[in-house]
């Protein structure tokens, strides 16, 4: 427990650190009331936390017992990868596989984390801890802030919240599968995913963004009839670097490639002569 750099904080006398905002420009955007920032963290942390019923139910339906159910919340708590390692194991994929896959989805975090290190500047003594809340809701609600006490504010806020929040409905949900029946029949694998996407579409603002999102999209349902389960999952990420390798071709046009082609033609009738 989920990309850019922070400015230079202004220093003062005997160097110290002047708390000013974390935003890309000093004063670009006015200072929101906290409770404003409260308000908009509650609204996520209440709103994604309320999905853990539905991961309680998908994961004791996939056969996990309580406890590991428990578990997986307490110590992962990372809705996208608990439901990837889940809803493997129920569609017959290796342990190891879905395990991948799940870390894999995870590893974003750790991109989180080197923004949001930057921006919340806590204690190191706080860090570890704080680091097990860097998910995609604290950051999609952290980074937007204008000063670093909303940052924080914002932060602490749904973490807490969602943190709290989300043990329990996955407790909740896995005592009552039993009560609900067949829990496929009721479609809850598919929430955290569908608030994962909500959280991440407004996010895609530029054509690359779109273009790798969409591809990986692609590549997932081309692939998940053939592979095992899980390994779709891996194999989508490589929608990226295909997209930004197209994208250098692009930005090189045929100019550029013809003069290049020159360039090797001349070496070549270059080396002939000597």
Do not use: H, W
């Given at each position: 427990?989920?990309?850019?750099?922070?400015?230079?904080?202004?220093?003062?006398?005997?160097?110290?650190?002047?708390?000013?905002?974390?935003?890309?420009?000093?004063?670009?955007?006015?200072?929101?009331?906290?409770?404003?920032?409260?308000?908009?963290?509650?609204?996520?942390?209440?709103?994604?936390?309320?999905?853990?019923?539905?991961?309680?139910?998908?994961?004791?339906?996939?056969?996990?017992?309580?406890?590991?159910?428990?578990?997986?919340?307490?110590?992962?708590?990372?809705?996208?990868?608990?439901?990837?390692?889940?809803?493997?194991?129920?569609?017959?994929?290796?342990?190891?596989t879905a395990a991948a896959g799940a870390f894999f989805l995870g590893v974003r975090n750790a991109f989180y984390g080197l923004r949001l290190s930057q921006l919340l500047a806590l204690p190191r003594a706080v860090r570890p801890f704080a680091a097990h809340w860097v998910i995609d809701e604290t950051t999609a609600v952290t980074l937007p802030q204008p000063t670093r006490r909303a940052a924080r504010i914002g932060f602490t806020v749904t973490g807490l919240t969602l943190y709290v929040l989300w043990n329990l409905t996955t407790l909740v949900g896995a005592l009552g599968a039993e009560a609900l029946g067949d829990t496929d029949a009721w479609g809850l694998d598919a929430a955290s995913p569908a608030v994962f996407l909500a959280l991440l579409a407004p996010m895609l603002t530029s054509t690359t963004e779109r273009v790798t999102a969409g591809l990986a999209v692609l590549l997932a349902l081309t692939l998940l009839p053939v592979l095992p389960a899980g390994v779709p999952v891996l194999l989508s990420a490589l929608a990226a670097p295909v997209v930004l390798f197209l994208m250098g071709r692009t930005k090189r046009g045929p100019n550029d490639w013809n003069a290049a082609d020159g360039s090797a033609t001349q070496r070549k009738k270059g080396e002939r002569r000597s």
């Open positions: 427990m989920a990309e850019q750099t922070a400015p230079p904080e202004s220093t003062g006398p005997a160097g110290a650190i002047s708390a000013g905002p974390p935003g890309p420009e000093a004063g670009a955007r006015p200072d929101k009331p906290d409770a404003a920032v409260v308000r908009d963290a509650l609204g996520v942390g209440i709103a994604v936390g309320l999905s853990g019923f539905a991961f309680g139910v998908t994961s004791a339906g996939s056969g996990l017992s309580l406890l590991q159910t428990c578990v997986l919340s307490l110590l992962v708590f990372t809705g996208a990868s608990q439901f990837a390692l889940v809803g493997a194991l129920a569609a017959g994929g290796n342990p190891y």
